[in-house]
């Protein structure tokens, strides 16, 4: 009778099961503690303007213009341009809440009567905290 030594035909494996659940969780954990920066995917050459930059900003509600005059509430766009239409948008985003600031980021090269347009449409929803988004002054060249 032959005895046969079971641990030779042993083989060994890597279980990649729980490997692959561990990233997985991994991945997920990372994705949702995250914080995402909430900057605008247009691009906008602000005016410069020389002050101390203002951080209370953040519960604001965002107007943008861009240099063709369309305007943008936070991340939805108003689908026209009159006093009108950017006030139902506004409306949508901001709700009822007519305490919270306003920040208005309009591109150095947008027309002034798409400001003036919102300031307007701004004024007859009855918001009264608006702040104007500057870019900081170009450092002057030192003279040799």
Known sequence: MRIRDRRAEDVPEINLVPLIDVILVLIIFFVITTT???????????PRAAGQPNDAQSNSLSLLINADGRYFVDD???????????????????????????????????PWQAVVTAYEALGQ??????????APEAPAPAAP
Request: proline letters at 0%.
């Open 36 to 46: 995402f920066d909430a900057r605008s995917v247009l691009k906008l050459e602000l």
């Open 76 to 110: 939805r766009e108003a689908l026209r341009t009159d006093v009108e239409s950017l006030k139902r948008t506004i409306i949508e985003v901001a709700g009822d809440d007519r305490e919270r600031t306003v920040l208005l980021r309009a591109d150095a090269r947008t």
């Open 125 to 134: 929803l009855g918001f009264t905290r608006i702040a104007n988004a500057t």
